[in-house]
């Protein structure tokens, strides 16, 4: 019998030594998939910055995905002030409406529609802010609550209204769409820096890491911001 409670002891040792190796063994980040960075020709996207600057950074996201209302709302304005005001980087955004978000599709028209009259971003900020407003889980008919922010940010009420009802703009969002599903995007939001495609809401350092490293194979080096990082 002792050797029994002996025996059971050695087992319950070596689970406990295994069991602290794994909690405080290092974590490892996931890992890039390098991909081709040039663009299709039907994938247009939305550009904020310089499209000549010496990194490209691009979003496939979705306007009701959480993690992308994450990102818009808290570490997207470091990255416009900080990467690409700077000229460090620019930015482009991707439409990637998921099917569950039966409301995503007419989020990303109400943003397109905005485009037309020169406030694309106005409204994707709007969009993402007040992204618990409109959601499926809160209206079948998001309509009035866009309608409401283009009234906000200026626009010809008239026009984008038109160019809403016709989903004048479906094909291009389809093409951003399918763009993403080209890169093998599955999961909103996911980042192409350079050569490298990562999926979650990254955060500001680790962009900044990837903007460097990208900047610095393509053999420019990358200029400090003004007023230090």
């Not at 002891?9 to 602290?20: D, E, M, N, W």
């Not at 290092?26 to 247009?44: F, G, M, Y």
Request: proline share 5%.
């Amino acid at each position: 019998m002792n050797k029994f409670y002996g025996a059971l002891a050695a087992v319950a040792l070596v689970g406990a030594a295994v069991i602290a190796y794994v909690a405080n063994r290092p974590r490892q980040e996931a890992q890039a998939t390098i991909v081709d960075p040039n663009l299709s020709r039907e994938a247009q996207g939305y550009l904020r910055g310089d499209s000549t600057a010496p990194v490209q950074i691009l979003e496939w996201a979705d306007y009701e995905c959480p993690a992308c209302a994450q990102f818009a709302t808290i570490t997207e304005p470091d990255v416009r002030k900080r990467l690409i005001e700077t000229g460090l980087a620019s930015y482009r955004f991707f439409d990637f409406p998921l099917e569950q978000h039966r409301n995503s599709m007419d989020a990303s028209m109400a943003a397109a529609c905005a485009g037309d009259q020169g406030k694309y971003w106005e409204m994707h900020d709007q969009l993402f802010a007040g992204q618990d407003r409109w959601n499926t889980l809160t209206t079948s008919n998001p309509k009035g609550i866009f309608e409401g922010y283009a009234k906000q940010i200026g626009l010809d009420m008239a026009t984008w209204e038109t160019c809403y009802d016709t989903d004048k703009h479906a094909r291009r969002i389809q093409a951003n769409r399918a763009e993403g599903e080209r890169r093998q995007v599955r999961s909103t939001p996911t980042f192409v820096i350079g050569k490298r495609l990562l999926a979650g809401a990254l955060p500001y350092d680790k962009i900044k890491a990837l903007v460097d490293s990208a900047a610095a194979e393509a053999g420019q080096a990358a200029p400090a911001p003004a007023g230090g990082n």
